[in-house]
């Protein structure tokens, strides 16, 4: 079974310019997240699609992070306009329906590698 | 607010030693308690997972230790070895599958 894919691994851009991130869910998984996990942190929930519609976005930046999950598989995560405090790397997962099996009859949450984005 | 606190921050223990990490939380409504493994470059993985019906769950050389009174959990990593060293983050969970992790802790197995 294919992974969580994403990309690109590493960006460097400039603050004040834009970036966009793609992922590509484990086939089947209806639930995509997007994560941001700062150096030393623990990954932090920034939005959570069902299909291809929002379940929670509460701690998305708004007013420079967008995201969105056409047709309900891909799903790409923009910043505009970057800030130094965006470093990070920003972790796309997914996992099946809420309730369906699983280990432990969990929603097991599967993540990508991964992107690191730097920000000069 | 943090949900999770997490403790140590990093860790050294030498081969064959038992490692262990703990957690706090604060909310009596989270469900599910996983703990993840994540190695440099790679994305978070399920190590092993606990709901708070039972106080103990053992997989392989992984034990999570669960203190419904207390609000705590604690992971063990009996007879650690080298291929253990990773960071690894303790998380709660409730409706909706929303994660809410822990800082994490940097553990060092040495020869």
């Known amino acids: 079974e294919a992974g969580v894919a994403q990309s690109p691994r590493y960006k460097i851009i400039e603050k004040r310019q834009s970036v966009a991130f793609w992922c590509n869910p484990i086939?089947?998984?209806?639930?995509l997240y997007w994560y941001q996990q700062i150096l030393g942190q623990g990954p932090k929930l920034l939005i959570q699609?069902?299909?291809?519609?929002?379940?929670?976005d509460s701690q998305l930046p708004k007013d420079r992070f967008s995201a969105e999950r056409l047709k309900g598989v891909d799903s790409t995560l923009k910043i505009q306009p970057a800030k130094l405090e965006d470093s990070a790397v920003y972790l796309c997962?997914?996992?099946?329906?809420?309730?369906?099996?699983?280990?432990?009859?969990?929603?097991?949450?599967?993540f990508g590698p991964g992107t690191r984005l730097t920000v000069l | 607010q943090q949900q999770v606190k997490q403790s140590p921050q990093s860790l050294i223990v030498q081969k064959g030693g038992i490692s262990i990490i703990n957690c706090a939380y604060e909310?009596?409504?989270?469900?599910?308690f996983p703990w993840y493994q994540q190695f440099p470059g790679k994305g978070p993985a399920l190590l092993i997972a606990?709901?708070?019906?039972?106080s103990e769950k053992k997989e392989g050389r992984f034990t999570i230790s669960f203190n419904k009174s207390a609000k705590q959990f604690s992971l063990h990593i009996m007879d650690s070895q080298p291929g253990d060293s990773a960071t690894y983050f303790c998380?709660?969970?409730?409706?909706?599958?929303?994660?809410?992790f822990g800082t994490g802790t940097r553990l060092q197995v040495t020869l």
């Open positions: 997962a997914s996992s099946q329906r809420p309730g369906t099996s699983g280990r432990d009859l969990y929603n097991e949450q599967f």
């Open positions: 086939s089947g998984h209806a639930t």
């Open positions: 699609f069902q299909n291809n519609g929002v379940v929670d």
């Open positions: 909310n009596t409504a989270f469900d599910y």
């Open positions: 606990i709901r708070p019906d039972v």
């Open positions: 998380a709660v969970t409730g409706t909706a599958s929303k994660l809410t």
